[in-house]
């Protein structure tokens, strides 16, 4: 019985999906405007092992992830600056809807890469928001049709005193005289007001609404929509999409429906550095890319993730980060030296999805592989065995990583040859095997040379 933690209703549910053996589930996406730091990237990292426990409870999962490219303000109250805009201005771009998604293109390829890395399955969906103009504007039309909305001199704004139950999404707490004069737009109703649909005259698309933009809500709602039907199983995000983002998706969605959303609400925990959490905005992010130069591998930080709950906060440290990596790779050389051959251990697969369906626990998770790998009742096959089958949802690939040699693998190579193996994997899989061979011989100028035996592919030094 697979139990998670709705923030709808506070409390901890049984998982009953909409279609009997599926499951549909929204994840918030990024906005493409740089490039994903790595608390970021833990949404997906949750969003993917989500996914891999449904999967393995054998749910057929239909998964979207948004890409936004378009109407996210830097200020979430739809205040400020185009984020895509400021991305124009930082890359020297000029400021058209095209070069917009030029740059949308260059960072979702990139965030792409970063979720290969980290072995997240890509979902079944990945809607551009630029791409569903159509969809917003009948959106924000049935909105104004039905009388929840509202037109100002800069938009068409969502009335939030029309709907009864806004805010019910982590009960947010009533507006104090205090709140009301801080930052509001004298012509919003009400401070919690959002926008719609954006008036903007030199960056923007034809409409029958005014020449503007989508807000940045009302595209999750409506690429939320078309793919999963008006209400389906799971939306999930980080924790800041509570008060504002969310809610609002539900309000509008809501309204305009007359039906349910989602279902259950998940939100993961902010990954946190000393000075606080983690943001592009606060100049204090790392990428995936920080950490491979610095001679991490992208799985040993998914490691690091997984040795907490994913709706807890996490304070990332290197320190804490090289001691997740060690035990990663103790992990994967211990795993790919135990024999073929066995069977899964029922015991421990039977405690293995009891933690699993506790609201994916993945530090229990983890921490059984290392009582299994000590358990001297359980024979040598059977660990490798039931292990792997944990790793369908852990998504750690040990069967996939490279065993080191006596010589090992030289610290500064790490990352480079960890790429390079990967795509001789791909290559091989889909038997090309011309690229399989150009990936042996850019693996022998760094000086290593692999062999590929029955208990996988092994790698040392020339």
């Not at 704004?157 to 029309?162: A, C, G, R, S």
């Not at 007001?193 to 503007?212: H, Q």
């Not at 998706?249 to 007359?258: H, N, V």
Request: hydrophobic share 35%; glycine share 6%.
């Amino acid at each position: 019985m697979l139990k998670l933690h709705n923030t709808l209703t506070g409390t901890l549910e049984e998982f009953k999906s909409i279609s009997d053996g599926k499951a549909l589930m929204y994840n918030c996406g990024p906005t493409v405007y740089n490039y994903a730091h790595i608390g970021n990237l833990r949404s997906y990292v949750f969003a993917d092992t989500l996914r891999r426990t449904l999967q393995y409870l054998g749910y057929e999962v239909t998964q979207v992830i948004n890409i936004t490219d378009v109407g996210h303000l830097s200020d979430d109250g739809d205040e400020g600056e185009d984020k895509m805009t400021k991305a124009l201005k930082r890359l020297g771009k000029p400021m058209t809807t095209s070069a917009m998604r030029e740059v949308a293109d260059l960072y979702f390829e990139e965030f792409k890469k970063d979720l290969r890395k980290l072995h997240i399955e890509l979902p079944t969906y990945f809607p551009f928001a630029s791409d569903h103009l159509v969809e917003d504007m009948k959106l924000v039309e049935t909105l104004i049709e039905k009388g929840f909305a509202y037109k100002t001199s800069d938009g068409i704004y969502f009335d939030t005193e029309k709907d009864p139950h806004y805010g019910k999404l982590g009960q947010l707490t009533p507006i104090s005289d205090e709140q009301s004069r801080i930052g509001m737009n004298s012509e919003k109703k009400n401070p919690r007001d959002f926008a719609l649909w954006k008036f903007n005259n030199e960056l923007g698309y034809e409409s029958a609404l005014g020449r503007g933009f989508p807000g940045w809500h009302i595209e999750c709602s409506a690429m939320a929509m078309k793919y999963l039907g008006e209400t389906f199983d799971i939306h999930t995000g980080g924790i800041d999409h509570i008060p504002v983002h969310h809610n609002n998706e539900i309000a509008q969605s809501e309204s305009a429906t007359g039906k349910p959303f989602a279902h259950y609400w998940m939100h993961n925990g902010f990954v946190n550095v000393e000075s606080g959490k983690m943001a592009k905005s606060e100049g204090n992010f790392l990428s995936l890319q920080t950490l491979q130069e610095r001679n991490f591998l992208p799985l040993a930080y998914r490691y690091w993730l997984l040795q907490a709950r994913y709706s807890t906060q996490v304070n990332f440290t290197f320190e804490a980060l090289e001691a997740a990596q060690q035990a990663y790779k103790k992990l994967v050389k211990t795993w790919q030296q135990l024999p073929d051959g066995g069977t899964s251990s029922k015991h421990h697969i039977d405690t293995f999805q009891s933690f699993i369906e506790d609201d994916l626990d993945t530090a229990k998770s983890l921490a059984l592989i290392w009582e299994l790998l000590k358990d001297d009742s359980v024979v040598a096959a059977d660990k490798k065995t039931t292990i792997a089958e944990f790793d369908k949802v852990l998504g750690l690939n040990i069967s996939k990583q490279p065993i080191e040699s006596a010589g090992g693998i030289k610290v500064e190579d790490e990352h480079l040859v960890s790429e390079l193996l990967a795509k001789r994997v791909e290559a091989r899989k889909h038997k090309d095997f011309k690229t399989s061979d150009e990936m042996r011989d850019a693996l022998a100028k760094l000086g290593y040379k692999i062999e590929d035996k029955p208990e996988g592919t092994i790698i040392s030094q020339i």
